[in-house]
């Protein structure tokens, strides 16, 4: 059965055409590997391409006294101690070195006064920190690592949707998919798979998410044996666009408040100075006259409480909704036309002031736009080790967005471009490795029966079989929005997983109709059936976690738990049901532990 | 190829925008319009007409997706990040290539038929998806970037700026699409098009690139077919000045290494285009 299928053998098999991927895809090339790359959309279109900030690098280019220690630390505070701590070390310091070589490799990135790479401040980092280009990062990141895979001759196998991995014994031995195109199954074989497909967050209705986002790695990692860490945190962005209704949730980059931007509520109060934690309070302006130095370039200056990291900013936003003080359309005014001249915004933020005037008519250099949460980015995700990325799965590796440990409870902005250059390129360079000598791994047929029997399925025309996929995303949506939001609690998220375990009943019988080529509906099939699973991790992580925490806030447990202070949640498959363990997070080594402590004395003196 | 196969008869209500979510339910209450979009492969197809109930805000790509969520799971359009970054919802409407995420429903007369037909200059997938894969081959054929092996990449803000305009492209294909070079003289084995003559500007204008793309430009490229008419450069959604700032110099660059030795001589001694 097996011969009838396209089939290619590669040495490395990286899934995803996004920062990590085509990162994991060059470094594994450059160990001599043959590379295969599969992309669910066209090559340059992944959701990369929409990152807007900058990429996270201590280069110490605008503040010389950044170091790795620091970007390290920060990285840790913001992710509350649940960081892997050897990732979070490996990432600041190797990020340094992945953005010079994105710069050999062709990036154009904006420049000091010495006519060195330009570093902006960003939520949570201490120092100026952010490489940028404009509030277009992400698009020149991608179309670099584009062009240098192209230039290296790597394989590229563009709108193929990957849905199964194959496995020989315990290890991975390949995937299949089909081409969206004509819907043809397509099969690779292949010793070393790199899972870098990205995230969840078409889950959530409100989300800055793209269409590719729907949990196909994270779903075919537990369908498969690996491990999710740390899914009780999803990250809501603090400022998605709340108005038109059609623009929802499109993000509006914090660059914004980077730049000087600033949230008022309907009272026309500066309200994030009510909001400092004190875990914050030494290290943030104590008042606007501060704030504004600080915007200014005083280097004595602390940054304005809008620069809070994510988790807190969010919180805020929602509470002045609640509490009555919310913009017109329900969310607060984000203010950067009073802070700085028109110039200034449109040399530093292009792409918003393009947004905004072309898709709610609204000019950012004259009039405060209005912004709220939306659902933006997964921290948790599978286990890899900190070293490799390798799962506990033999052979299959994980890195970008998919993969687990290296943000915690909390992303920092900037922290995903880094992330992605850093451990794609550490995944590719071990996955090349790995494979070197290795012997294309034999396929089981039975295993590519079930998968062609399950490309069929949604044609079946069983009147049983009569779930709408629109339909199915659509409640999805609305059962993660309502009970598995970002305001929690135990009856919620109760409540949340029955309604998700009959969805998976349901999505059995979800139905396609016509031909398979480039078919929204049938795609859509698949893709429902992996959001719904991974919902699942999701609500079955944020219940047993009693406590809020980063991103994760519970109404019933509203404070951090010490108890809970080294445990991560761990999600795996038992006979087909969603199986939770308790861990401990990995101690970070002696002198990890001597910073940390070192760190947070600093910060108690400074209070 | 254009039989309207639907129609529904539903009045537009005369009462503006409904708050409530769009969906089959609310169409008879909400303002609709109409679109007619293509449904077909390369060989067969026509314009199909569909009612939408419109909200307040809505651009062309809503449209589309409340049609595959309420009547046709099967209409193929392509689309990302739905705020115009990415470039991939590249269709025409009313015949001008446009980004269906960011044309609103407001920009258009209720009262006339939307038309959305795939980019004309490829071949058809199906539907609103072409086949843009001989874009990804031109790509090929451009020396990428070729710094020297000592570059110190030490440079200023006014050298970005002078390629920037160029890596603002988000590789929509507008530009191919509405090029009459490529699309109504089929010229695709002899001219790269605009797309490729900007990536090759935003190369010539890095700080550190020393690669001689002139060759590419005369031979591969061809970019002496281009007849100055400016069409891509009005369909740019990133505002590229394609024909003036791209295509022009490296037209002139071309005229320079080949037809005139005198403004070679010139051009060599002053190292600019």
Known sequence: ?607 | MSTETTQTTDEPAATGVEESQATAEDAVSATTMTLEIYRGDDDVGELVEYDVPVEEGMVVLDAIHWIQANEEPELAVRWNCKSGRCGSCSVEIDGMPSLACMKRLSEYDPETPITVTPMATFPVVKDLVPDVSWNYEVNETIEPFSPAEDADFEFYQEDVERAREFRKCIECFLCQDVCHVLREHDKKESYAGPRYLVRSAGLHFHPEDTADRTEWMKDDAGVGFCNITRCCSDVCPEDIEITDNAIIPQKERVVDEYYDPLRRLRSWLSGLW
């Not at chain 1, 006294?65 to 892997?84: E, R, S």
């Not at chain 1, 000598?437 to 025309?461: C, I, K, N």
């Not at chain 1, 976690?545 to 761990?570: M, Q, Y």
């Open chain 1, 1 to 607: 059965m097996t011969q009838d299928i396209e089939t290619h053998e590669t040495d490395v098999l990286v899934i995803g055409a996004g920062g990590a991927g085509l990162s994991a895809a060059i470094s594994a090339a450059e160990q001599g590997a043959d590379v295969a790359v599969v992309c669910k959309s066209l090559l340059g279109k992944a959701h990369t391409v929409m990152a807007e900030g900058g990429i996270a690098a201590s280069l110490g280019n605008v503040e010389p006294a950044d170091d790795w220690q620091a970007h390290f630390l920060d990285t840790m505070k913001g992710g509350w101690g649940l960081n892997d701590p050897t990732m979070a070390e490996i990432h600041a310091k190797e990020s340094p070195e992945r953005v010079r070589t994105l710069q050999e490799w062709g990036a154009i990135f904006d420049r000091t006064e010495d006519g060195d790479i330009h570093q902006r401040p960003f939520g949570g980092h201490r120092h100026d920190r952010l490489a940028h280009v404009g509030d277009r990062t992400g698009l020149e990141l991608i179309r670099t690592l584009q062009d240098k895979a192209v230039a290296e001759g790597i394989d590229v196998y563009q709108e193929c949707y990957v849905t199964n991995l194959l496995q020989t014994d315990d290890a991975v031995a390949g995937a299949c998919g089909f081409w969206r195109q004509d819907g043809a199954p397509i099969l690779f074989r292949a010793p070393a798979v790199i899972l870098a497909s990205g995230g969840l967050g078409k889950m959530y209705r409100i989300s800055s998410n793209s269409w590719e986002y729907t949990a196909d790695g994270h779903a075919m990692a537990l369908r498969n044996g690996a491990e999710l860490i740390d899914m009780a945190f999803v990250q809501f962005h603090p400022t998605g666009m709340v108005w038109p209704k059609s623009v929802q949730g499109t993000l509006v980059t914090e660059g914004v408040r980077g730049e000087g931007g600033i949230l008022l509520n309907a009272d026309g109060e500066r309200f994030m100075f009510d909001y400092v934690p004190t875990e914050y309070e030494g290290s943030v302006a104590a008042d606007e006259a501060e704030a504004d130095r600080w915007v200014a370039g005083d280097e004595d200056a602390r940054p304005p409480p809008e620069l809070l990291t994510r988790d807190v900013v969010a919180r805020a936003i929602l509470n002045e909704v609640a509490e009555g003080r919310g913009s017109e359309h329900g969310g607060a005014y984000l203010d950067i036309a009073n802070q700085r001249s028109a110039d200034y915004i449109m040399q530093k933020l292009p792409a918003m002031v393009h947004q905004f005037r072309e898709l709610a008519e609204i000019d950012i250099t004259e009039e405060p736009m209005q912004v709220a949460p939306t659902c933006h980015y997964m921290m948790g995700g599978i286990r890899v080790d900190p070293e490799t990325q390798e799962t506990s799965v033999p052979g299959l590796y994980a890195s970008g967005e998919v993969a687990g440990g290296l943000h915690g409870a909390n992303r920092l902005g900037g922290n995903s471009l880094s992330d992605l250059l850093v451990f794609g390129n550490r995944a590719g360079v071990a996955a090349g490795e790995a494979v070197t000598g290795a012997e294309t791994p034999q396929v089981d047929d039975s295993q590519v029966e079930r998968y062609l029997a399950g490309l069929e399925a949604p044609f079946d025309t069983d009147p049983d079989r009569g779930v709408d996929p629109f339909d199915l995303h659509a409640e999805l949506q609305a059962v993660m929005e309502e009970y598995v939001g970002i305001m929690r609690d135990e009856d919620r998220l109760s409540t949340g997983i029955e309604r998700l375990e009959s969805l998976q009943d349901r999505v059995e019988n979800v139905r396609a109709t016509g031909a398979r080529t480039y078919n929204p509906g049938w795609e859509k099939c698949f893709a429902v059936e992996n959001m719904i699973l991974a919902g699942l991790a999701v609500a079955h992580a944020a219940r047993a976690r009693e406590e809020s925490r980063g991103a994760h806030s519970r109404v019933d447990f509203p404070d951090p738990d010490e108890d809970w202070g080294n445990i991560e949640l761990t999600v795996s498959m038992r006979d087909g049901e969603i199986h939770l363990d308790r861990d401990a997070v990995p101690e970070p080594r002696d002198e990890l532990q001597e910073m940390l402590a070192a760190d947070a004395g600093l910060e108690a003196e400074a209070e």
